[in-house]
């Protein structure tokens, strides 16, 4: 009781005093003396004698075999500091600071307080100190707000000190968000600092942030990722359907280019594939004609089929030649010719499009090889050009009497006109 007590806490005050006795012999005498002396009393007695804590914790390895983790319960019932606690574990045996870490982690001392042995105890800076609770199993949260509240450190420091200790991705966003407060931007932009890869962040922001696929593309899209590592993240997190996607990525502001490039890269569509998801999300034609070229490297005649196919009309085709290939009129009338238009089709775009004369148009028809029928149709019923004015450009362009006056078969009305001419001549 607290007679036996006292008297033991007065042997070892006159033994102090009067002798040069070390703290084990001294702990042994005492431990000999009083038959109901345990390690409680012991640890009491001492420190009441001001009896050094490392000095006490030998003592107690010694006298009565206690291990780290019954030394350190007696020394923090006796109220000494952690630090001292750590102190005195590692003057005795010499712990790994994941062994100490363990130990005060089992007797509920929070992760902060653990941190600060390991700093000051350990001399350990934040990355170990990471490290090491990591490997005693404290969260990244956990070791976020040590890092946090021991090292002084910002959410971007300790986005890489995490990132550093092989903390996943969704674990370092985690930590942002309820350490920090980060926002998804600010979290977003810190997981990209650190190299996670553009997959895992958008992961991330999915399952930590509860993000859609839209909000995913624009994140990643606001802190500089391409398009098509944007388009990879959606695949992976989202959807793999290429014009779910496509869609996606113009909702989000990619420009059309880019988003052609997300289909032929990510997606490894070919031009007119890619041109039918462009034309369903209701790109312009000549918005697909660049891209077309510009991205897909199609030439002229590859792009006018393709519109083509679109429904395009022969009008919008001829001028996405003009404008996009910067084809003349007699180049963009060979590729029309090669879709299968009729001479009449093409003839009418030499003049609303390319604002050919009569006479220029006639020489390109007649270049890619329409009739003298043709060509006389095209003038009387596109240029309103008048019969002998016809005859005349035929005439220039080769063809021989008996061919211009054989149109006439054709054309009932052509045809008394030519022979009114050719008499007029006799």
Known sequence: GKVFEEEALYVAQLLTASFDVATVELSRALDSAFAALDEVVLTATLTAVGIAVDEISTALEDVYEQTAAEIAGL?????YTLNQIGSALNAVFDPSPADIAALLKTMAFGVVAVAEVLRDIEGQLDQAAAETLKSVAYTAQQVATALRDVYDDSAAVVATVLKEADFLVGEVAEALQGVFLASAALATQLLRDVSFTVTEIAGAL???YLRG????????????????DVAAALVAHFSSVAATVAGVLQSVGFAVTEVAQALETTFALGAAAAARILDDLLYSATQIA????????QLDDQMATILKGLGESI?????LLQSVYGSTAAAAAAVLETLAYTMTEIGAVLQSVFH???????????DIGATAAEIAGVLEDTFNVATAEVIGFLSDLG????TINAIGGAFSDFGNDVADFFDSWF
């Open 356 to 366: 050919q004369t009569a006479q220029e148009a006639a020489q390109v028809l007649e």
């Open 75 to 79: 020394l923090d019932d006796a109220e």
């Open 315 to 319: 009008t919008v085709i001829s001028g």
């Open 399 to 402: 063809f021989n009497d008996s």
């Open 206 to 208: 999915e399952a930590v």
């Open 213 to 228: 696929a839209e909000q995913v593309a624009t994140l990643l899209k606001d802190v500089g990722f391409l398009v098509t």
């Open 290 to 297: 660049t891209v077309l070229r510009g991205v897909f490297d």
